[in-house]
């Protein structure tokens, strides 16, 4: 399953993001890659495409990402890196726990 994260304005969310997934044991080996468009003066960093093949990466994911959501400060749902788009299907994510992630993620898999 092809996932894709939005940056909403927020490049170094998903720098950040992209750093956290892959440090972290469970998602170390997923792969991502990042989405890029023109901005005034070179490539701006739009989103990053993310592979999920698993029940066990779907799994990894939301728990690396909701950990990854928490250290972040600023409001209680900060910007960046929180909406999701798998298909046509566009959700915020900023919100859900690492279950709620997980079940979403699995629900739109099928």
């Known amino acids: 399953m092809r996932i894709r994260l939005l940056a909403e304005g927020d490049e170094r ?3 950040d993001l ?3 997934l892959g440090r972290d044991p469970g998602t170390a080996g997923v792969p991502v890659e990042t989405v ?4 005034p003066t070179m490539s701006v960093l739009e989103a990053l495409d993310i592979v999920l093949g698993n029940a ?10 909701a950990t990854w959501r928490s250290t972040r400060t600023g409001a209680p749902t900060p910007p960046g890196a929180r909406t999701l788009v798998h298909g046509d299907t566009t959700v915020d ?3 859900l726990s690492p279950e709620e992630l997980a079940d979403l993620l699995r629900r739109l898999g099928t």
């Open 13 to 15: 969310a998903l720098t």
């Open 56 to 65: 066990t990466s779907i799994a990894n994911f939301a728990v690396a990402y």
């Open 93 to 95: 994510i900023g919100h």
């Open 36 to 39: 890029t468009g023109d901005g």
């Open 18 to 20: 992209r750093a956290w």
